[in-house]
């Protein structure tokens, strides 16, 4: 059975920083695409970042030189560093794997307050 759990979210004020984290089980870890996707309230699920098996990242435009993808395959883990926040960033944030299937994790709330 494939998880996803994904932990790390909460409230921050403007500017600041958080760092979320998603734990994979009954995958492949290593040759997974990992990412992360959100979603704000009204609004359709979007990309954020993805990280390829062979560590190759893309960025939606929005988080591009604020957000960092990364993945350790020792501990199936893959992270979203989020820096200089702002208001719209917030929203529900979404694990996301891709091995042949896509899978999910539950989310995580982001809060930026203004």
């Known amino acids: 059975q494939v998880q996803l759990v994904e932990s790390g979210g909460g409230l921050v004020q403007a500017g600041g920083s958080l760092r979320l984290s998603c734990a994979a089980s009954?995958?492949?870890?290593?040759?997974?695409?990992m990412g992360w996707y959100r979603q704000a309230p009204g609004k359709q699920r979007e990309l954020v970042a993805l990280?390829?098996?062979?560590?190759?990242?893309n960025y939606a435009d929005f988080v591009k030189g604020r957000f960092t993808i990364s993945r350790d395959n020792a501990k199936n883990t893959v992270f979203l560093q989020m820096n200089s926040l702002k208001p719209e960033d917030s929203g529900v944030y979404y694990c996301?794997?891709?091995?042949?299937?896509?899978?999910w994790g539950q989310g995580t709330q982001v809060t930026v307050s203004s």
């Open positions: 990280i390829s098996s062979g560590g190759g990242t």
């Open positions: 009954g995958i492949i870890f290593r040759t997974a695409t």
């Open positions: 996301y794997a891709n091995v042949r299937y896509d899978f």
